[in-house]
């Protein structure tokens, strides 16, 4: 059973960073897409970044410039560097990887606050 395990949510002032960490746990296989999706309360949740096997990434226009997505294939992990953060970053941000055999996983969602 696949488990995806999150880490490095917080509380930051606005103009801070965060990085966080999503790693496969009892997985053999390797995934295709590994990405980072977001939701506060009363919205609908959003992808945030993406990041493909062979490196292609895909952002937000909200996080470009800002954000930056990678990954560790060996380990199955994907990485999300948040820099100069703003209110309007805070959220419940949650990862999700797509296998090759395109099974979907979610993790179970780590929040992010960011103070004015």
């Known amino acids: 059973q696949v488990q995806l395990v999150e880490s490095g949510g917080g509380l930051v002032q606005a103009g801070g960073s965060l990085r966080l960490s999503c790693a496969a746990s009892g997985s053999l296989f390797s995934m295709n897409v590994m990405g980072w999706y977001r939701q506060a309360p009363g919205n609908n949740r959003d992808m945030v970044a993406a990041?493909?096997?062979?490196?292609?990434?895909n952002y937000a226009d909200s996080v470009k410039g800002r954000f930056t997505i990678s990954r560790d294939n060996a380990k199955n992990t994907v990485y999300l560097q948040m820099n100069n953060l703003k209110p309007e970053d805070t959220a419940v941000y949650y990862c999700?990887?797509?296998?090759?055999?395109?099974?979907?996983?979610w993790g179970q969602g780590t929040q992010v606050t960011v103070s004015s």
């Open positions: 999700r990887f797509i296998s090759r055999g395109n099974s979907i996983y």
């Open positions: 990041i493909w096997s062979g490196g292609i990434t």
